[in-house]
Structures are given as C-alpha cells and as structure tokens.
C-alpha cells in the first residue's frame, strides 16, 4: 500500500508542479495585455493530468503484479484506430496546441483573418477559436482551419489600433 500512495503523492507533485510552470508562463505572456482573464493552457492543463495519472496508473498496476505489456500493446493498436476515427478532431487539437505554444493570439486580441472576418478573440478552445464580431456576432473557426489562415493582430506588438477613416469634404465648403 505504501508504494501505491508514494506513487499517487508523485503523480499528484508532478502534476501541479506542471500546472504552476503553466500557470506561471501564461501570467508572464499576459502581462502585455492584463484585460485577458482567460486560460490559454486551459485544455493542455487537462491533457497534461490525464498522462500524468495515466502513467501513474500503469505504475500502480505494474507494482501490484498485473503483467501491463499487453495492456500497453492493447492500448497502441486501439490509439492508431481512434487516431484514424478522429483525424479531424485531432488536427484540431494539435493546430490548437501550436497556437497555444507560438499565441499569434491571445484572449481580448483584435484579429482580423484573411476571409474578412474581423473582431475580438473571445475564447481559444481545445476544438475551435471563438470571435466577437462588431455586430456582436460569434464566429467560431475550426483550429485546423485557424492555423492556416492568415491573421491580422491588431494588437500585437502593441493594443494601440490604428484606422484609416476616409473624410470628404466638398469643394464649395468653407
């Protein structure tokens, strides 16, 4: 019983210790733009606990005695066939990993992408980005489709917009 919890105690060290490096870089990039109050690693967080107790799982199953090369082999073939079920899914997930990593943007960021579509980033999700047009519209975008495109911050390096507002003046006027 003493291994299991020393394995558990490990499991659950390592897995804060990786949300506090997480929680710790997402404050430092935030510190350019403090109005944003949502997670970028939101979904990396989770995914991050998941391996973690998965593998303490396999730990505390191998000092119990349960022989998990075939469990682990069983594992592979039945990831290769959800890998090949969910190829979609998971090109969004990735795509959603690399915009989390490389943040071409951040929650609060005013983007406008290369279809036209312009207005500020509301939620970065683990399937999709969330934009709130002017018009108070949402537009989701698919990350797979999102990494593709080409975007516009409007606030990096700096949340300084600057417009051009075309003013006619006639030629009679004073």
Known sequence: LLPIVFIMLVAY????LIRGIM???EHEAHLDNPDSKHGTFGFLNTIMSMLVYGL?????LNQVGVDISAL?????????AVALA??????GLFSA???AIDRPIRHGDYVQLEDGTAGFVEDISMRS???RTFEQNLVIIPNGKLAGMIITNMYLPEQ?????IPVGVGYGSD
């Open 86 to 91: 969910l190829q979609n899914t998971l090109s």
């Open 56 to 60: 303490a799982i396999a730990f505390i």
């Open 72 to 80: 682990l082999a069983g594992l592979g073939i039945a990831g290769l």
């Open 13 to 16: 060290t390592f897995d804060r």
């Open 160 to 164: 300084e917009v600057t417009l051009k």
């Open 129 to 131: 980005t969330r934009i």
């Open 97 to 99: 990993v690399g915009i």
């Open 23 to 25: 929680h710790w870089h």
